[in-house]
């Protein structure tokens, strides 16, 4: 079975510091990752993926997220926070990328200016 | 435009009144997917479906019923909804093996009040 857990659901950054959010998973076999943004009163969008090619994943707007196996974690960082990153950022793994799609439970980040 | 397009985007109803939320996606893809959003709980997938005429049940199916009788249109079906059917829903997207490791696309979500 495969599972997904943020902690934190609210993280608070000032403008210009960085931004950290973490995401630890279990899955029974080498996962898919997934990092996805929701905007308030919109659908997700798709920050980055991992699938195995690279640890060092590089998304849009200056994320970027980690692969460290050994830790189960998959955490999402930006050197700077822009007050147009304040929004809430889902986790999410697919064990086979194709099924059944597990999401953690989000973080809002505020960006305080 | 690439687009998942749900219909309608506000609902409000009474308990025990059927209804549909469609949803349409133009990319052909193969896989759809229905999640509510739960304050607190993130996204649960309520079912998915690998191709036309092939559907299974995500983590909270009860009380939801779905169908692909064409590979663009997934709509769910709530046949006798109930106060803890209110949420919000979103309808999602994207391609099949071997490209099975592609982000979902999302539609701009429906949100369901179910007095």
């Known amino acids: 079975a495969q599972s997904v857990t943020q902690l934190g659901s609210h993280v608070s950054v000032s403008e210009g510091a960085l931004v950290l959010l973490r995401c630890n998973y279990s899955?029974?076999?080498?996962?898919?990752l997934f990092w996805y943004v929701q905007y308030p009163n919109q659908g997700l969008q798709l920050l980055l993926k991992?699938?195995?090619?690279?640890?060092l994943v590089k998304g849009i707007n200056g994320f970027e997220a980690e692969f460290k196996k050994s830790e189960t974690s998959f955490h999402l960082t930006k050197p700077s926070a822009h007050m147009s990153d304040a929004a809430e950022y889902f986790c999410?793994?697919?064990?086979?990328?194709?099924?059944?799609?597990?999401f953690g439970t989000g973080t809002k980040l505020q960006v305080i200016p | 435009e690439a687009q998942v397009t749900q219909n309608p985007r506000y609902l409000i109803t009474v308990t025990g009144k059927k209804l549909t939320v469609t949803c349409s996606q133009n990319?052909?893809?193969?896989?759809m997917s229905w999640y509510r959003q739960d304050p607190g709980l993130g996204l649960r997938q309520i079912y998915y479906?690998?191709?036309?005429?092939?559907?299974d049940k995500g983590d909270v199916p009860e009380g939801y019923k779905v169908s692909r009788k064409e590979k663009r249109n997934f709509p769910l079906i709530l046949e006798s909804p109930s106060p803890n059917q209110t949420s919000l829903y979103f309808c999602?997207?994207?391609?099949?093996?071997?490209?099975?490791?592609?982000?979902?696309?999302f539609g701009d979500g429906t949100r369901l009040s179910i007095l």
């Open positions: 999602a997207s994207k391609d099949g093996p071997p490209r099975g490791n592609q982000p979902q696309h």
């Open positions: 899955s029974s076999v080498p996962p898919y």
């Open positions: 991992y699938t195995s090619a690279a640890t």
């Open positions: 999410a793994v697919s064990d086979t990328g194709y099924q059944k799609v597990t």
């Open positions: 990319m052909n893809h193969e896989y």
């Open positions: 479906s690998m191709n036309v005429e092939v559907t």
